[in-house]
């Protein structure tokens, strides 16, 4: 292998973002062994030149024809950027938290002020992440990936006896975005994604869906002691007023005062209203929020 090589095996490593602890990583070589190569220590064979091209995203002519050619490869790459289509959009919805919606857009704003026309969800779709791509076709790469690594992962609906599949996945959002990441890493791309910060407006919608989520809950008559195991005699203590407290007498009632009632009507009495009120909200036990006790049962 000639002087060329080392000179731009290292031009290449450090444009594709690669040190060399995370180069060898990916190659499944030593990080000294790497080191050796980009300092004309240690000869390359071709099996070994065939695996840096397809890490670094190049030809075997790249890596060895004369770092100023090499250059211009590199120069070539970063003019790519402007070659750019649109996005892979990551969307979440407090309507549906356990999903997130992964696609593609050439106006990812556009697509988010279209799908929020709808009436039929009650919350707006928000951005959570966005990768820049030069095809439109790339989030059906994305889709295959995650399709591969869990197929139950996907929303699929039949529709007259059709299957249809659809871009919403059942994973949570700071998962899909690692996949994105990766690739990202994996392509040397990592300036063209994107992690949005929610609006003001975002993140008071945010906390209405827990809020309504949380009283249907109550009212549903959902909430019992025994599935945040509570036992029967605990004491809890109103989170606005820690003096104030009331003792578990079954799995849905408290004792307060003399007079059993569901907690409900405790934190109303505390607060003073008689509707809006979710009960289990406002009482902690052992320090605890009783929505936030660890060793649920399901």
Same mark, same amino acid.
């Given at each position: 292998?000639?002087?060329? =090589? ?11 973002? =690669?040190?060399?602890?995370?180069? $060898? ?52 790459? &970063? ?5 750019? !289509?649109?996005?892979? %959009? ?13 696609? %593609? &857009? ?6 988010? +002020? ?13 951005? %959570? &992440?966005? /990768? ?7 989030? !059906? ?8 690594? *869990? ?6 609906? *039949?529709?007259? #006896? ?6 919403? @996945? ?5 998962? &899909? /975005?690692?996949?994105?990441? $990766? ?5 040397? =791309? ?13 993140? $008071? ?32 203590? @109103? ?15 408290? +004792? ?25 909200? @406002?009482?902690? /036990?052992?320090?605890? +929020?009783?929505?936030?006790?660890? #060793?649920?049962?399901?």
């Amino acid at each position: 292998m000639n002087h060329n =090589f080392s000179i731009n095996l290292k031009m290449l490593r450090e444009n594709n973002g =690669f040190t060399q602890e995370t180069f $060898a990583q990916v190659t499944g070589l030593k990080r000294n062994t790497v080191a050796c190569y980009e300092t004309e220590r240690r000869e390359c064979d071709f099996d070994t030149l065939l695996l840096f091209a397809k890490v670094l995203n190049c030809s075997t002519d790249d890596l060895l024809k004369t770092p100023a050619l090499a250059d211009e490869k590199i120069k070539s790459k &970063a003019n790519s950027d402007t070659d750019i !289509k649109g996005v892979i %959009y990551i969307l979440t919805n407090p309507s549906f938290k356990e999903y997130v919606k992964i696609g %593609y &857009a050439d106006d990812v704003e556009r697509r988010l +002020k279209e799908l929020n026309r709808s009436e039929c969800v009650p919350f707006s779709f928000r951005i %959570y &992440a966005t /990768y820049a791509v030069t095809s439109r076709l790339s989030d !059906k790469n994305v889709h295959s990936i995650i399709d591969r690594l *869990n197929p139950d992962l996907r929303t699929v609906e *039949n529709v007259n #006896g059709k299957k249809r599949e659809r871009e919403f @996945y059942a994973m949570e959002p700071e998962k &899909a /975005y690692k996949i994105l990441e $990766a690739i990202a890493e994996m392509h040397g =791309f990592t300036d063209r994604l994107k992690l949005w910060r929610s609006t003001s407006a975002e993140q $008071a919608e945010e906390r209405e869906a827990q809020d309504i989520e949380k009283e249907s809950r109550t009212r549903s008559n959902n909430f019992t002691f025994s599935e945040w195991q509570i036992p029967v005699g605990a004491i809890l203590q @109103y989170r606005l007023e820690p003096s104030i407290t009331c003792e578990v007498v079954d799995d849905r009632k408290v +004792k307060f005062n003399g007079e059993i009632m569901y907690l409900t009507g405790v934190a109303k009495k505390c607060l003073g209203k008689d509707n809006g009120v979710c009960g289990p909200d @406002y009482f902690t /036990y052992k320090g605890a +929020k009783l929505w936030d006790i660890d #060793g649920r049962i399901r």
